[in-house]
């Protein structure tokens, strides 16, 4: 079957005119506004079927018409879904309360110290007697008895200090004087046994003879001759024999 060629043009021509841009806007007709929100609506409920099975995403959609009936989906449960988001928004509000807590406290904290550090910075100034132009009169009394106390203090720390190393020094003295008296009476008792062997030695030498007071590489006369009388009567006893 063959269509006349005006009639396909016109069918060309109704495809390409189409369905243009809606412009986005409230309907003043109530029966196209109705039929609008129905075709929307739908569309809408498939849109969030898909989502949900698709990405496995839990969905809830809740919907009013302008007369106020109500249409709602949920792939488990509108009630749960809703609850869920309340903790989510509760945590996040709360994760944001306690950080900008935490920022507020930081920024206290680092203040505090900053004029704690800047209080110190300025003592210390004054102590050594520097920038006092800016004290006043009460201020430069309160300093100076601060530093009388302090330089008391000090001094008194100091004579502690002494004393003790006095104290340690004069004990470390009685030791040394302990050691050193024990040193000479083991010398002294050194002395006296080597005096007194030698004291033995000598009256040893006093008691023996006179005849036996010889030197060792001569022998005395009487033991040669008894020696020789002793060799001559055996060798006349040889003879004898």
């Not at 008194?156 to 000479?184: C, G, P, V, W, Y």
């Amino acid at each position: 079957m063959e269509f006349p060629k005006e009639a396909i043009s016109e069918g060309c021509s109704q495809k390409k005119s189409g369905r243009g841009k809606i412009e986005i806007k409230r309907i003043e007709n109530t029966t196209n506004r109705q039929v609008t929100f129905c075709k929307r609506r739908n569309g809408l409920l498939k849109k969030a079927y898909e989502l949900s099975v698709l990405c496995d995403a839990e969905v809830a959609l809740v919907v009013f018409s302008s007369r106020g009936r109500l249409y709602e989906y949920a792939n488990n449960s509108v009630r749960g879904t809703i609850d869920r988001y309340k903790k989510a928004c509760a945590a996040s509000s709360n994760a944001e309360s306690v950080s900008e807590a935490n920022t507020q406290f930081y920024q206290q904290e680092s203040s505090k110290l900053k004029r704690q550090i800047r209080d110190i910075q300025n003592l210390n100034r004054h102590i050594l007697g520097e920038a006092l132009s800016s004290l006043s009169l009460k201020e430069l009394k309160n300093l100076e008895s601060r530093l009388e106390k302090g330089l008391s203090r000090v001094r008194s720390r100091k004579h502690e200090t002494l004393f003790a190393d006095i104290e340690f020094m004069q004990k470390r003295e009685i030791e040394l004087q302990n050691h050193n008296n024990f040193l000479r009476a083991k010398i002294a008792e050194h002395d006296r046994e080597q005096q007194e062997e030698q004291h033995m030695t000598g009256n040893v030498c006093e008691s023996l003879p006179a005849s036996q007071s010889y030197d060792r590489n001569f022998f005395p006369v009487n033991l040669i001759d008894s020696s020789h009388q002793y060799s001559r009567q055996d060798h006349t006893a040889l003879q004898l024999v």
